[in-house]
C-alpha cells in the first residue's frame, strides 16, 4: 500500500481525492492539506476516506509513512513545493505545469539528479481511452510515416477575466495540453511554432491581456507538421479530438458522448452533444495516471510522464506566445537559450 499526500483540495484535488479512494485500491490518501481548509471540505474528504486534513502541507513532507505527494495546488506554488518534497524524498506526481519558468523547472530538474524520486507530470489525456487508441497506431506504424497531425480542443464556456489574468494565459493553461499530445502522438519534440490567434469569444479576455481563439502550426523533430486549433467557447460541448494522416492512412478519433444513439426521422438526423466538460469526459484518465504513477512507485521503474515531458510544453507554449507578440514562426531552440 502507498500512502499518499494531497497539497491542494480544489477542483483537481477533489478529482484525485476521488479517483485514488473509489479506483485506486493499491493507494491511500493519508493526508490532505489546503490553507483554505474547511469543515465541510475536511468532512467530504474523511467521507471519501482519507484519513486525517490539514491546511499545512509541511505536515505532509514531514510525515515519514507518508510515500508520495501530489502537488494539487496553485501554479505558482509548483515547482517550490515538489523541490521541497524532492528534498524530503517523497515521490511527486505535479499537475501541469510544473512552473511557467524555465529556470524554475530547471531547479526541480537539478533537485531530481542523484535522487530516487518518482517524479511525474499531470497531462491527464494520454491516458484517455480515445487518444490511447490514436497513439497506439501511430506507434505500430499503422498509418506509416507520419505527415500531419491535427488536435482540436474548444472548451464549453470561457473562464472569467479575473482568472485569465493569473493562468499564465491560454497557451499555458489550455494548450499546453495539446503541445502535450502532439508530442504524445508524433513521438518527438517540435522545433518551430507559429501562432495566429485573436478574441472572438469575450472582449474581456482580451482585455485582460490573453487571446480566446487560436490556430497554432508547429514544424516536428521527425518532419511532421501539426496543428492545433482552441476556442475557449463550443455552444456545443467540449471538443476534443486527434487526427494522424501518414504515408499508409490515417487515424482518427471522434468526441466522445453519454451515447452513440442518433434518431433519425423526417426533422433531420440528431445525436447526443459530447460530454460537457473535462471531468465529465477525462474522470477515468485521471484514476488512470495515478495508477501508473503508484505503479512506477511500487515496481521501481519510469513514471510515464517525468520532468523533461513537463518541461517541453512549456517550452511550447512560451514559443507560441512569443510568435503571436512577434507575428513570427518562433524556435523552440529561442526559448531554451
Given at each position: 500500500?502507498?500512502?499518499?499526500?494531497?497539497?491542494?483540495?480544489?477542483?483537481?484535488?477533489?478529482?484525485?481525492?476521488?479517483?485514488?479512494?473509489?479506483?485506486v485500491p493499491?493507494?491511500?490518501?493519508?493526508?490532505?492539506?489546503?490553507?483554505?481548509?474547511?469543515?465541510?471540505?475536511?468532512a467530504?474528504?474523511?467521507g471519501?476516506?482519507?484519513?486525517?486534513t490539514?491546511?499545512?502541507?509541511?505536515?505532509?513532507?514531514?510525515?515519514?509513512?507518508?510515500?508520495?505527494?501530489?502537488?494539487?495546488s496553485?501554479t505558482?506554488?509548483?515547482?517550490?513545493?515538489?523541490?521541497e518534497?524532492?528534498?524530503?524524498?517523497?515521490?511527486?506526481?505535479?499537475?501541469?505545469?510544473?512552473?511557467?519558468?524555465v529556470?524554475k523547472?530547471?531547479?526541480?530538474?537539478?533537485a531530481?539528479?542523484?535522487?530516487n524520486?518518482k517524479?511525474q507530470?499531470?497531462f491527464?489525456?494520454?491516458?484517455?481511452?480515445?487518444?490511447?487508441?490514436?497513439?497506439?497506431a501511430?506507434?505500430a506504424g499503422?498509418v506509416?510515416?507520419?505527415?500531419?497531425?491535427?488536435?482540436t480542443?474548444r472548451?464549453?464556456?470561457?473562464?472569467?477575466?479575473?482568472?485569465?489574468?493569473?493562468?499564465?494565459?491560454m497557451?499555458?493553461?489550455?494548450?499546453?495540453?495539446?503541445?502535450d499530445?502532439?508530442?504524445?502522438l508524433a513521438?518527438?519534440?517540435?522545433?518551430?511554432?507559429?501562432?495566429?490567434?485573436?478574441?472572438?469569444?469575450?472582449?474581456?479576455?482580451?482585455?485582460?491581456?490573453?487571446?480566446?481563439?487560436?490556430?497554432?502550426?508547429?514544424?516536428m523533430e521527425?518532419?511532421?507538421?501539426?496543428?492545433?486549433?482552441?476556442?475557449?467557447?463550443?455552444?456545443?460541448?467540449?471538443?476534443?479530438?486527434?487526427?494522424?494522416?501518414g504515408?499508409?492512412?490515417?487515424v482518427?478519433?471522434?468526441?466522445d458522448?453519454?451515447?452513440?444513439?442518433v434518431?433519425?426521422?423526417?426533422?433531420?438526423?440528431?445525436?447526443?452533444k459530447?460530454?460537457y466538460?473535462f471531468?465529465?469526459?477525462?474522470?477515468?484518465?485521471?484514476?488512470?495516471?495515478?495508477k501508473?504513477?503508484?505503479k512506477?512507485?511500487?515496481?521501481?521503474?519510469?513514471?510515464?510522464?517525468?520532468?523533461?515531458?513537463?518541461?517541453?510544453p512549456v517550452?511550447?507554449?512560451?514559443?507560441?506566445?512569443?510568435?503571436?507578440?512577434?507575428?513570427?514562426?518562433?524556435?523552440?531552440?529561442?526559448?531554451?537559450?
Open positions: 500500500m502507498v500512502n499518499v499526500g494531497i497539497i491542494g483540495a480544489g477542483r483537481i484535488g477533489r478529482v484525485h481525492v476521488e479517483s485514488i479512494c473509489t479506483q493499491n493507494a491511500k490518501v493519508k493526508l490532505l492539506a489546503d490553507p483554505f481548509m474547511t469543515e465541510e471540505t475536511s467530504w474528504a474523511k471519501m476516506g482519507v484519513e486525517a490539514t491546511k499545512d502541507y509541511k505536515e505532509i513532507l514531514a510525515d515519514p509513512e507518508i510515500d508520495a505527494v501530489l502537488i494539487c496553485s505558482d506554488t509548483h515547482s517550490p513545493i515538489s523541490v518534497a524532492i528534498k524530503a524524498g517523497k515521490h511527486v506526481f505535479c499537475e501541469k505545469p510544473i512552473d511557467h519558468d529556470a523547472i530547471q531547479e526541480v530538474i537539478d531530481l539528479k542523484d535522487s524520486v517524479y507530470v499531470g491527464n489525456r494520454r491516458f484517455d481511452h480515445n487518444f490511447e487508441a490514436v497513439q497506439s501511430v506507434a499503422k506509416g510515416d507520419v505527415h500531419v497531425i491535427k488536435v480542443s472548451d464549453p464556456e470561457p473562464p472569467c477575466a479575473e482568472y485569465v489574468k493569473v493562468s499564465g494565459g497557451f499555458l493553461d489550455m494548450t499546453i495540453h495539446d503541445f499530445m502532439v508530442r504524445f513521438g518527438c519534440n517540435a522545433e518551430e511554432v507559429y501562432v495566429e490567434a485573436a478574441v472572438l469569444v469575450d472582449p474581456a479576455i482580451g482585455e485582460a491581456g490573453d487571446v480566446d481563439t487560436a490556430v497554432i502550426t508547429l514544424k521527425n518532419g511532421a507538421i501539426a496543428v492545433i486549433d482552441n476556442s475557449r467557447k463550443a455552444v456545443y460541448g467540449y471538443d476534443q479530438r486527434a487526427e494522424v494522416f504515408s499508409k492512412g490515417m482518427a478519433t471522434a468526441n458522448s453519454a451515447s452513440t444513439a434518431i433519425s426521422n423526417e426533422n433531420g438526423v440528431t445525436g447526443e459530447p460530454l466538460f471531468l465529465e469526459r477525462y474522470m477515468a484518465a485521471y484514476a488512470k495516471e495515478i501508473c504513477f503508484i512506477a512507485i511500487e515496481e521501481d521503474t519510469d513514471t510515464p510522464l517525468g520532468v523533461m515531458d513537463g518541461l517541453q517550452l511550447m507554449g512560451l514559443a507560441a506566445k512569443k510568435s503571436l507578440e512577434e507575428h513570427r514562426p518562433v524556435k523552440i531552440s529561442e526559448i531554451t537559450m
